[in-house]
């Protein structure tokens, strides 16, 4: 069965302050996309990725990707309106029966032991989504009330969404819903059950100037124990 990362990189600089796209901007000396890359490259030899970049960074994208070895591995295509029109598009390049991974570019510390947890899970289940437990207080606001809820039932989901194929194209050949928030809302709405696996807090995504800070701290911390 063949092997297909979608990396969605559709992301801007917006909210890091940034006219660059968060998947560009340097971490611990090279770009946040290519740590990305290179952990699904490195995990498995005969894994195709599909990037999505928006319109505007398909030649940075081509360039970037030239300096790795494995180049001949990664097929770019363009970003939509929204996640599920990127995801979609990237999807429309799958076309053998396969385990898809569906990841967020700027994920960028996704570690290789969860891309094969997630294989091995989507292989026996049909899905791996990865979560989280809660770790702060957690409040359910509506209107202008809330009430607590109890945090050991919430799970923070994570990247890569994993499927096998045939349950992940059908379900991204719907019309776009705006509560279509991950590739799991998707799927259930076509009746799939989805199943968790265990995540990683050191999976976070970089959307803050914060979170460059913390991801060069964690891989200092790695590199370190590695040493």
Not at 81 to 96: A, M
Not at 147 to 172: C, E, G, M
Not at 177 to 182: L, P, Q
Request: proline share 4%; aromatic share 6%.
């Amino acid at each position: 069965m063949k092997k297909y990362a979608v990396i969605v990189a559709g992301g801007s600089g917006q909210r890091m302050g940034t006219s660059e796209p968060k998947q560009f901007l340097e971490l611990a000396g090279k770009p946040v996309l290519l740590h990305t890359l290179d952990c699904f490259l490195g995990t498995y030899t005969d894994l195709q990725i599909i990037l999505v970049l928006p319109a505007a960074f398909q030649e940075q994208g081509s360039a970037l990707i030239q300096s790795l070895p494995a180049a001949d591995r990664i097929q770019i295509t363009v970003g939509g309106e929204t996640r599920f029109h990127s995801v979609q598009n990237g999807l429309q390049l799958v076309t053998e029966p396969s385990v898809i991974w569906v990841h967020d570019a700027v994920r960028c510390l996704v570690s290789s032991e969860l891309i094969q947890a997630c294989y091995e899970q989507a292989l026996r289940k049909g899905s791996a989504i990865p979560a989280v437990a809660a770790t702060d207080s957690i409040r359910i606001q509506t209107g202008e009330t809330h009430q607590v809820a109890d945090r050991k039932q919430v799970r923070i989901i994570q990247t890569p969404q994993t499927f096998l194929s045939n349950i992940l194209l059908p379900a991204f050949k719907q019309s776009y819903r705006e509560d279509f928030t991950d590739e799991a809302t998707v799927v259930e709405a076509m009746g799939q059950p989805v199943f968790l696996i265990e995540g990683s807090y050191d999976n976070i995504k970089i959307t803050r100037p914060v979170d460059l800070l913390i991801a060069t701290s964690i891989l200092a911390a790695k590199q370190s124990k590695e040493a």
